[in-house]
């Protein structure tokens, strides 16, 4: 993946990548597996050592490799890209001849290492995309890169997995190829409602929760009179914000609330305290091709979603609803409310 097993594991293993990394270690399907973090840089490795969360339940046959290079950052050029990753591959390679591994099927959700490392001692090579990188806003600098890594993945007839047709589309495999929506972990969300957060009992109801990163996806310019048309809705906006300033015009609004990130169970008793959710993104390349895990999250807490109109979204369930932009949201949020949250028997069959 992009991030470490560090990484994941501070999060709680909530992301697809972390998912797929759960069943593959649990799963008695699977020989030895070896998980190979993201190159990482000599100095940075030097200098943090490994972290407490980096706790790999290591065991003679699964283990975890990070592989090591002098820049911090990928480079931007496509030549070098190829140079960077054919050199990824090669510590892969030989982490797997140490470890006695044949027979070796490769899965990665980072296009780049799909693309660009030859894989030539690999049996199969599947990239499981979860984003449509090549309409990343934050990634730009490398859009020529993940055009290149598109058009090998073509050729070579990488498998590709994809949490969306429209990923499919857009990379256009030669390969097999295979639409796999995200999903929810049963055992987060069933049995009784939690009590809700100290923070989030403190805010009036009705509330309505969006959950995600909040940075340039989430449509800020259509949360602002949503909440204005609406000044008895609070409008509750929970998960970290990279970038403080991209929510500076909300912060008047005073049925608006920002909470920062929190952990997996605090993150369920806050949905499951709310009484209706927003898919508030904006129309963007990105967010077409999403399949966003957060709706199907959403759902499993038992709220009605109310959700700009997303290709993916549509047909996941009857209780969500759709609006043309976040602005227009207010009478499908009426409507949500008028007929409430999902019933026990609804939540369990949408959990099953």
């Not at 780049?112 to 599947?126: K, M």
Request: aromatic share 6%; proline share 9%.
């Amino acid at each position: 993946s992009y991030e470490t097993y560090a990484d994941a594991a501070a999060r709680g293993m909530m992301r697809p990548p972390d998912r797929i990394l759960q069943t593959l270690m649990s799963s008695d399907e699977v020989g030895d597996l070896l998980v190979a973090n993201p190159f990482r840089s000599l100095a940075s490795v030097a200098a943090r050592g490994i972290r407490p969360a980096e706790s790999f339940p290591a065991r003679a046959d699964r283990r975890l490799i990070t592989p090591t290079r002098l820049a911090r950052r990928d480079p931007v050029s496509v030549p070098a890209i190829v140079r960077t990753y054919r050199s990824y591959d090669e510590q892969l390679r030989t982490a797997a001849a140490r470890a006695g591994m044949s027979r070796t099927a490769i899965v990665t959700t980072n296009p780049l290492v799909a693309a660009f490392c030859p894989f030539g001692w690999a049996d199969t090579v599947t990239y499981f995309g979860r984003d449509d990188w090549l309409s990343s806003e934050a990634r730009q600098a490398y859009w020529p890169a993940y055009a290149a890594a598109y058009r090998q993945i073509r050729e070579s007839e990488v498998g590709v997995a994809a949490v969306s047709q429209q990923i499919i589309d857009r990379i256009d495999p030669r390969g097999p190829a295979v639409v796999v929506p995200n999903g929810v972990d049963p055992r987060e969300w069933t049995g009784p409602r939690p009590a809700a957060p100290d923070w989030l009992a403190a805010i009036p109801g009705p509330r309505a929760i969006y959950v995600g990163t909040i940075e340039s996806r989430l449509d800020v310019e259509g949360i602002a009179p949503l909440a204005v048309l609406r000044p008895d809705l609070h409008i509750v906006l929970l998960g970290p914000t990279p970038e403080p300033g991209y929510t500076r015009a909300l912060r008047e609004i005073p049925n608006v609330h920002q909470h920062a990130g929190v952990g997996r169970s605090e993150l369920v008793a806050a949905m499951r305290n709310c009484d209706v959710s927003l898919l508030s993104h904006r129309r963007t390349a990105l967010t077409e091709a999403m399949s966003p895990l957060k709706v199907y999250e959403y759902l499993a807490a038992g709220l009605p979603v109310v959700s700009v109109d997303l290709p993916p979204v549509r047909g996941i369930h009857e209780r969500v609803t759709f609006s043309a932009s976040t602005a227009e949201m207010a009478p499908q949020v009426d409507d949500a409310l008028a007929r409430g949250s999902l019933t026990d028997a609804q939540r369990a069959a949408f959990i099953e």
